[in-house]
């Protein structure tokens, strides 16, 4: 099965610098991310932020209107990727070793809920990565993420 | 509880999952491959693996209280996902297992495969906090 997305190592010419809200036009409109339709919403030296809006397909309680605790996953893990190849400058291939998320309070009905991902420590091949969600106030976080990011090479 | 004591929530239906099997009296949930699922050109994205998990977890969790006879809700605490292998562009399962259903917390473990199930894709670890069902 072929879809229409396009390899990101052809996106970002070597020797460019990485630029998350660029990458993000193009990763956040294909595939799974294309799906949450994850949106660009900030970057740092060391950490990008994405939002996806409450969407009652994305409901995994109908009874309460709470989103799927994968919705926050998908998020964090698109974050805290994107936050590596930021601290970096470049993209490199790498892959999702864990993800751990630790749910505070459950994101009320409706609310859009971005993720900030962090990388804290880099390595030659491993990435490790903490990160947030909330709902608009990154002081009243609903979930706590850590990971680590192993780089595989050229196996994209 | 109004709704069918195994119809799959709306995120689940959204991503075309369904229940295929059992396996020890807790559902399997098998999840086709599509654009929707994707990450990186052919392969799964690890949200929507996760996703897998979690929908696997959350049927196996219901069916344990329900063969406890206990309509408690639960709520969730925390998960670690540990992603072993690339999924490949195919069809994908899932099975959770409550390894401790307490009165007030529960253990479940989530295991995702696609050819071989001693071959998981990715494991998921959950906690689960056990709310008894307010009176209406």
């Known amino acids: 099965m072929a879809f229409g997305k396009p390899d990101l190592g052809s996106i970002m010419p070597k020797g460019a610098a990485f630029d998350p809200a660029l990458v993000n036009k193009i990763m956040g409109k294909f595939g799974h991310s294309g799906f949450l339709d994850m949106e660009y919403v900030g970057h740092g030296d060391d950490w990008v932020e994405l939002s996806v809006d409450w969407r009652e397909d994305l409901v995994a309680d109908p009874e309460t209107g709470i989103l799927a605790s994968a919705v926050i996953i998908s998020l964090i893990d698109n974050a805290t990727s994107m936050s590596i190849w930021t601290k970096l400058g470049e993209f490199r291939p790498q892959v999702t070793m864990d993800l751990r998320i630790d749910y505070l309070r459950p994101s009320p009905s409706g609310e859009r809920v971005y993720g900030r991902g962090i990388c804290y420590h880099l390595t030659n091949s491993i990435g490790f990565v903490r990160g947030f969600a909330h709902n608009g106030n990154p002081d009243e976080p609903l979930a706590h993420a850590s990971g680590t990011f192993i780089r595989i090479g050229d196996r994209v | ?136």
């Open chain 2, 1 to 136: 509880m109004t709704e069918l004591p195994l119809a799959l929530p709306p995120y689940a239906r959204a991503l075309d999952m369904a229940i295929v099997d059992e396996i020890d009296g807790a559902p399997v949930i098998g999840m086709p491959f599509t654009d929707r699922v994707q990450g990186r050109p052919n392969f799964l994205h690890g949200g929507a693996i996760s996703g897998l998990l979690e929908i696997a977890a959350i049927a196996a969790i219901h069916q344990a209280l329900r063969a406890k006879g206990s309509d408690s809700a639960i709520k969730q605490v925390n998960v670690t996902v540990d992603f072993m292998r690339g999924g490949m562009s195919q069809m994908t399962f899932a099975v959770g297992e409550v390894t401790r259903l307490g009165r007030t917390m529960a253990n479940v473990e989530a295991r995702a495969w696609q050819d071989d199930r001693d071959k998981p894709i990715a494991m998921g670890y959950m906690h689960y906090l056990i709310k008894a069902k307010r009176p209406v």
